[in-house]
């Protein structure tokens, strides 16, 4: 298993050690370490109290090895998670990127265009109106400007409580 640098990202985002993440998700050190290296998968509990801790979705462990992320690898679709302050907590299959790159970071701080602006609008909105909102972005990147439909939807905690926003982005054509 590959590394969890997103997850290291959010760790050093929160300004936390490998021992504070730990303490507040009451497992030992060690474990997390093992975790954020990628030898160990955390139990489905675990995975709910690191996110409560470092404020991302808990999907983000089953989304690495989803039997999709084969299909979609090669496929004009972006995945994603931001947590409410639109800052990436997990992100696949981005074009000219680093994935990691994007992790604790607004579509603004990665580029200030046009947009990406709009791509967070949507995003404030889905938060605003706490419903499903899909539209029509075209963002410019190094290799041209790309149009997508964009599907943002709220993210849910377990207890049902706004933690963010997902996102599926579907190229539709390029410029």
């Known amino acids: 298993m590959n590394k969890r640098t997103w997850l290291t990202k959010l760790r050093k985002r929160k300004k936390m050690t490998q021992q504070e993440v730990a303490a507040k998700a009451f497992i030992e050190r060690s474990y997390y370490a093992q975790i954020e290296n990628g030898i160990r998968k955390p139990s489905p509990e675990v995975t709910i109290k690191l996110g409560e801790v470092l404020d991302f979705h808990a999907s983000s462990f089953n989304l690495e090895e989803n039997p ?9 679709v972006i995945l994603a998670h931001c947590d409410t302050q639109l800052r990436y ?3 696949f299959n981005t074009p000219d990127l680093i994935p990691e790159e994007h992790i604790g970071k607004t579509d603004v701080e990665l580029g200030d265009n046009d947009g990406n602006r709009a ?14 909102i899909s539209r029509v972005i075209s963002i410019p990147l190094p290799s041209g400007k790309i149009s997508y439909n964009v599907y943002a939807h709220p993210l849910l905690n377990e207890e049902g409580i706004i933690i963010g926003v997902a996102t599926a982005s579907t190229e539709i054509h390029s410029i």
């Open 89 to 91: 907590t997990w992100i």
């Open 68 to 76: 999709f992320s084969i299909a979609l690898q090669n496929a004009p």
């Open 119 to 132: 791509l967070m609008k949507l995003k404030n909105d889905v938060l605003d109106e706490k419903t499903p």
